[in-house]
Nanobody, 116 residues
Framework: QVQLVESGGGSVQAGGSLRLSCVVSGINLRVSEMGWYRQAPGKQRELVAT???????NYADSVKGRFNIYRDNTKNTVYLQMNSLKPEDTAVYYCRRHGTGLLDNWGQGTQVTVSS
């Protein structure tokens, strides 16, 4: 059974940092493209960052230079290091294994709240 479990969310003040973790099971992380997404209240879910199986990364313009996505295949975990957080980063953050049909999987999300 495929599972993606996020953790690490919380409440921080602007300028602070958080590290989100996504522990995966039931899939081979080494060959998977993974992504972090977020959804703020009243807004559509948006891409934050992706990392390919080869380690290539891609970021939304709004987080470039502040966020870093990386993976540890030995721990079956994908991370999102978030620095210099802003109130507009407040959202529920989701981990995703990119695929098609049953091979496209989402976690349950973790709340990040940034206060000014």
């Amino acid at each position: 059974q495929v599972q993606l479990v996020e953790s690490g969310g919380g409440s921080v003040q602007a300028g602070g940092s958080l590290r989100l973790s996504c522990v995966v099971s039931g899939i081979n992380l080494r060959v998977s493209e993974m992504g972090w997404y977020r959804q703020a209240p009243g807004k559509q879910r948006e891409l934050v960052a992706t990392i390919s199986s080869g380690g290539n990364t891609n970021y939304a313009d709004s987080v470039k230079g502040r966020f870093n996505i990386y993976r540890d295949n030995t721990k079956n975990t994908v991370y999102l290091q978030m620095n210099s957080l802003k109130p507009e980063d407040t959202a529920v953050y989701y981990c995703r294994r990119h695929g098609t049909g049953l091979l496209d999987n989402w976690g349950q999300g973790t709340q990040v709240t940034v206060s000014s």
